[in-house]
């Protein structure tokens, strides 16, 4: 066989080879598979839950060994599942009228029973003003942020990152 139709060959195996790659999720680089998908569908399930002021929801999408470190070395930011259920029921999400949560996510990793999401958020939301005779404020937050996922009894839950 002549060098030139050798090289013809393996250029087209290479071409073949790189086709057969995994399918993405549509207009992600997030590759479809049955377990980001099932991440996926829980970073949606937060989003409609927190637009929704549902605490109920979203603590019951939360891992019972839920934990934030606020991503700093000091202990005074952190809090765990129950401090989570006691904000999530306290004043201040209770003070929010309206909520809206933009999250575009970046890249999905599955690593056995733990997972991990990379993610811009962009949130707004309107609260009753602490000041009875103002009207409503809105607040805007927009940041990377890393969900982390814990797979309990066959389901996904958040571990961190809310």
């Not at 790189?18 to 970073?43: H, S, V, W």
């Not at 991503?71 to 930011?77: F, K, L, R, S, V």
Request: hydrophobic share 40%; glycine share 6%; aromatic share 6%.
């Amino acid at each position: 066989m002549e060098l030139k139709t050798r090289l013809l060959i393996l250029a087209a195996a290479m071409l073949l080879v790189g086709a057969c790659g995994t399918p993405k999720i549509k207009n992600t680089e997030i590759d479809d598979t049955p377990q980001n998908r099932a991440i996926l569908d829980l970073i949606e399930q937060y989003r409609a839950a927190y637009e929704a002021r549902d605490a109920p929801a979203i603590i019951a999408l939360a891992s019972q060994q839920y934990m934030e470190t606020g991503g700093t070395a000091g202990t005074e930011d952190d809090y765990d599942y129950d401090s989570l259920k006691a904000k999530l029921e306290g004043e201040d999400f209770t003070r929010v009228l309206k909520a809206r949560l933009a999250i575009s996510i970046k890249a999905v990793r599955v690593e056995g029973e733990r997972a991990f999401a990379e993610m811009r958020i962009e949130t707004r939301y309107q609260t009753h003003s602490l000041e009875e005779a103002k009207d409503p404020e809105w607040h805007m937050h927009a940041d990377d942020n890393r969900m982390t996922f814990v797979q309990e009894d066959g389901k996904w839950k958040i571990l961190s990152g809310m």
